[in-house]
């Protein structure tokens, strides 16, 4: 059987590397609290490939403005409708960022417009619980980027199911930094990362 | 000597057919009709003049009616005889599809090599040629009752019991097998529950926990041989009539050995480009071999090694799946790989799923399933030859121009001979 791979996705505009260390941190996470079978690496899958279709799970990061493909629209949509999942970050944490308003442009073009989920979602409660929603990153609560600690992700749902998951919260930045790292820290930041790839591996 | 055999065989003929005359007065005439014609003679030889005997040319259906009417005919003393001319055996059975989509499944019996037509009140569905195994129609719609023409008869079925489903068991492992598995199952309409292991305490639970019986699952799919619980109570329930899948991997659980179902120790890898195109899409899907043990049919193979195989025990019925990452297909394979897949599986459950059967109220149009031998049942075997042969013989046209030769071969023989 094909272990579990965290897929970094490839677009061709923007920075899509900018957030190299969150594979690791979340596979370590999975690998911590978790019997999944796992591969030891992520992978960077480019979203126009037809490669992209045997990673069921996607990341996306990035700073800059976001531009499909034709060919990374086409991909990416029957990525979705054969029921992949895709986790979308904005590393800028900035609701007026040029991230944010290209990929949600994107987003919406693709699937539709992106809704707040509810923070009392299935999402929440995949594995670790929650019970505020989705976990506040040490960028909102210092104010940086847009000064605003966002109540809830977003998303593209399909009959209550998250299709492609959406957030201003920097969980990229929250989560770069080496694994080893996180024994110096009271909570594991990357905990809520699991309950991301539960989710997407069960519903 | 010639003269006198053909003198002495003219007489003969001659007393013959007298003798039939006088036989034959006060009984009936020999009726012939098609059964097109049927209605309106059934009555006449009922009411009006009782014939002497009938023949019956099959040239369209004879109704259940007109056949009891033939019937009570018969033990009236009124002889009834019968050629199929262009009809040939014809049969058909409906059964419902064990599928939350529902349908009806068809199979009809005929002649190899004869055009099989399937209709329903609204007129014809499809038609295909027989095979030697006859013609199977899946339809969709599940009419209230189907006809299916082989000729100048037509075999009409109707379902005769509404299927009620219980839920499915996954059992396993959480990844993208057991994702996919469920989600085909469920969007094909089936009710999933699930016990699938994630963490040494901690385990994916939808569904309320629930005794393992019929009354409550039509199926268990088990993809792993360690899920969360037990699978003690997995071979009573295959047993007493459930429905089980196994994965290759699974089989190596000991709760289930019993079952004999084991696989081969070679493994063939998922080939690469990955293609599901084309008349075998399961081909590039990575295979666990199935060993093979008496009772067990091998439904696919590959390279001679069984991919799917299926047995009996007891009541129940056991499906074991060698492909490996089936949600390949779903992802990555070409053309509509998604709902290939989700009708694979459902075609898998279907097969071993367990089923409640309530009978369905009879259909207001009659049914005659098997028309050419509810024929021979009432009427006997047909006769090989046509209307008005075997009773008199010969026609009375043949006997006079018979006689007329006889009469002329005298007269010849006595004007070649010069006698007077």
């Given amino acids: 059987m094909k272990p579990f791979t965290f897929a970094t996705g490839m677009y061709a505009s923007g920075d899509w590397e900018s957030g190299q260390m969150v594979a690791a941190i979340v596979i370590d996470s999975l690998a911590r609290f978790t019997t999944l079978d796992l591969a030891p690496a992520g992978v960077n899958v480019a979203l126009e490939s ?20 034709a060919g990374e629209r086409r991909n990416l949509s029957r990525f979705v409708e054969r029921g992949g999942f895709v986790f979308m970050d904005d590393h800028n944490h900035d609701v007026d960022g040029i991230f944010h308003k290209t990929a949600t442009e994107e987003l919406t073009h693709l699937f539709g417009p992106l809704r707040p989920v509810p923070n009392d979602h299935a999402l929440y409660r995949a594995f670790f619980t929650f019970e505020d929603g989705p976990p506040a990153t040490s960028h909102e609560l210092n104010g940086w980027g847009d000064n605003l600690v966002h109540e809830h992700l977003l998303g593209i749902m399909r009959d209550g199911r998250i299709d492609v998951l959406y957030s201003n919260k920097d969980y990229s930045s929250e989560w770069s930094m080496h694994p080893d790292s996180k024994r110096f820290l009271e909570k594991d930041p990357s905990r809520f990362g699991v309950n991301i790839v539960v989710y997407a591996l069960t519903r | 000597m010639l003269e006198g055999a053909a003198h002495g065989l003219a007489l003969g003929i001659l007393a ?25 003679s059934l009555p006449r030889w009922s009411t009006v ?11 369209g259906d004879v109704s259940p009616t007109a056949l009891d009417w033939l019937a009570a005919l018969v033990r009236t003393g009124v002889p009834v005889r019968w050629d199929a001319g262009r009809a040939t055996p014809v049969a058909a059975v409906a059964d419902p599809m064990t599928d939350p989509e529902g349908g009806t499944r068809v199979r009809a019996a005929a002649v190899a090599g004869v055009t099989v037509t399937l209709a329903d009140g609204l007129g014809s569905l499809d038609s295909v040629t027989a095979a030697r ?17 082989a000729g100048p008869l037509a075999a009409r079925a109707a379902v005769a019991d509404s299927l009620v489903l219980g839920r499915i068991l996954l059992l396993g492992q959480v990844g993208w097998e057991s994702k996919f598995v469920m989600a085909a199952l469920e969007e094909r309409g089936w009710r999933v529950e699930a016990r699938l292991g994630l963490s040494p305490r901690g385990a994916v639970l939808q569904g309320a926990a629930r005794l393992l019986d019929t009354s409550g699952y039509a199926a268990v799919i088990v993809l792993d041989s360690a899920p ?16 089980v899948i196994l994965a290759t991997s699974a089989t190596r659980a000991p709760a289930l050995r019993g079952l004999g179902a084991a696989q081969l120790a070679a493994t063939l890898p998922a080939r690469e480009p ?47 799946v060698g492909y490996q990452d089936t949600w390949r297909w779903r992802m990555a394979g070409g053309g509509d790989a998604a709902q290939a897949h989700r009708a694979w599986w459902a075609d898998l459950v279907g097969a071993v ?67 007077a």
């Fill in chain 1, 50 to 69: 037809s490669e992209l279709l045997e990673f069921p799970f996607v990341y996306l990061t990035g700073h800059l403005p976001v531009r499909f493909t």
């Fill in chain 2, 133 to 149: 195994g006859g013609a199977t129609f899946l339809a969709r719609s599940g009419p209230a009752w189907i006809s299916v023409r």
């Fill in chain 2, 228 to 243: 969360p619980g037990s699978l003690a109570t997995v071979p009573a329930y295959l047993r007493s009539g459930g429905g």
């Fill in chain 2, 274 to 320: 990955f293609d599901t195109t084309g008349p075998d899409p399961r081909r590039s899907l990575g295979l666990v071999p199935i060993a093979e043990v008496p009772g067990q049919v091998a439904l696919e193979r590959r390279s001679g090694r069984a991919a799917l195989a299926a047995r009996r025990i007891d009541r129940g019925r056991l499906l074991i």
């Fill in chain 2, 49 to 59: 003049v009782r014939p002497d005997r009938v023949h019956l040319t099959i040239d």
């Fill in chain 2, 353 to 419: 799923a367990y089923v409640g059967r309530i009978p369905r109220p009879l259909s207001a149009v009659g049914t005659d399933e098997a028309p050419f031998a509810h024929l021979v049942d009432r009427l006997g075997p047909p006769s090989a030859v046509g209307p008005g042969a075997g009773t008199a013989g010969m026609s009375d046209g043949a006997m006079f121009g018979i006689l007329a030769g006889l009469l002329v071969l005298g007269w010849a023989s006595r004007r070649f001979r010069g006698a």
């Fill in chain 2, 16 to 40: 013959w057919l007298l003798l039939g005359s006088l036989r034959g007065s006060g009984a009936g005439p020999a009726e012939s009709a098609g059964t097109r014609s049927l209605p309106a």
